[in-house]
């Protein structure tokens, strides 16, 4: 039985897990692929106090910091639910194994919504990229497609606008769906051009992106834009469907936390981008994660008192 049982091995799940076992409390972490998002991100350049790395170098520099502490860690294992005792968690596998655990931190991450073309996977991080903030200011001089008009694509064009030489924004409805404060925003910057009714249909490119094409909804005619990056900003799927009955979770299925990372349900934390906690990024997912662990160990201190 674990004092704190980690579901999840990114950059909030191993910092729960090392702020865990500094406190000699019994300690687990199950990861369907430890390392998470990082494991796919090539360069990262806004990992603070290091001017630059990659992910898979990243990773293992998570792993080897959580060995050298007594985490039992339970790599390639997927939680299937997480069932609340009176006293507790069980927490159940895909592989029919179920561990119990005083409390539990859910840090399992999130994944970018794919447009599934032609061309999106082989050219991902050859131009395709889906996080403005990492990836934007490669792209500085160059000209880059923003898909999708919600409010993250619409936040996106405009921060990209200030680095790059030239942002179309491509939504795939006849409007905008984003705030009226940043469409006036958008409609203000004189490097943006916009086009709704547009429905990517390949991202084509040679060792990089070179271009993107698109169906005109309304004409039926197929159109390429020649450009060298594309962000693809359709949404964030939050990996929380295995606790839909459990916890409370946003529309978008983002595991509500309070500054804590207590849940609805006491003894259950969550942490990084499985949460409400705004900007998904590793040094923000980190500092969430050590915070939901030094919770959890609060909230043992106090249920244990006889
Ligand atoms: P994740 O990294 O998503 O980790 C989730 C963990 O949970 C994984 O181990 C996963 O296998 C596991 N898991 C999921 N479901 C289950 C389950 N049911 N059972 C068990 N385990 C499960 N951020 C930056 O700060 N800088 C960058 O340059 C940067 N570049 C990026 C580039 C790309 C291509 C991508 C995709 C993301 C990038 N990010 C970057 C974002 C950053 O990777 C994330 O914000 C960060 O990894 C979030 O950490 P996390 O621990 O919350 O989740």
Not at 5 to 33: C, D, F, Q, S
Not at 184 to 190: E, G, I, T
């Amino acid at each position: 039985e674990f004092d704190v049982l980690v579901v999840g091995g990114g950059p909030a799940g191993a910092a729960a897990a090392i702020y865990a076992a500094r406190k000699g409390i019994r300690t687990g972490v199950v990861a369907e692929r430890f390392g998470g998002q990082v494991m796919d991100t090539l360069a990262i350049e806004n990992f603070i106090s290091m001017t630059s790395t990659e992910g898979p170098k990243l990773a293992a520099a998570l792993e080897e910091h959580v060995k050298e502490y007594e985490v039992d860690v339970m790599n390639l294992q997927r939680a299937a639910a997480v069932i609340p005792h009176e006293r507790g968690f069980e927490v159940k596998l895909e592989n029919g194994a179920s561990l119990k655990a005083h409390s539990v931190i859910l840090a399992t991450g999130a994944r970018w919504r794919e447009m599934n073309v032609p061309g999106e996977k082989e050219f991902r991080g050859k131009g395709v990229a889906y996080c403005p903030h990492c990836d934007g200011p490669l792209f500085k001089g160059k000209r880059v497609a923003v898909i999708g008009g919600g409010n993250s694509g619409v936040e996106a064009a405009i921060d990209l606008a200030g680095i790059v030489a030239r942002v179309t924004l491509l939504e795939f409805a006849d409007t905008l769906r984003a705030d009226a404060v940043l469409q006036k925003k958008l409609a203000s910057l004189p490097n943006v051009t916009v086009i709704t009714n547009a429905q990517t249909t390949e991202v084509t490119g040679d060792a990089n992106v070179n271009g993107l094409v698109y169906t005109d909804r309304v004409s039926g005619e197929s159109r390429r834009i020649e450009l060298e990056g594309i962000f693809v900003q359709i949404g964030l799927l939050p990996n929380t469907d295995f606790v839909k009955d459990t916890v409370e979770r946003t529309r978008f299925g983002e595991i509500v936390v309070d500054a804590r990372g207590q849940t609805s349900v006491p003894g259950l934390f969550a942490a990084g981008d499985c949460t409400t906690v705004p900007f998904k990024q590793i040094v923000i997912a980190m500092g969430e994660g050590a915070k939901a662990s030094l919770a959890a160990f609060d909230h043992l201190i106090r249920e244990s008192v006889p």
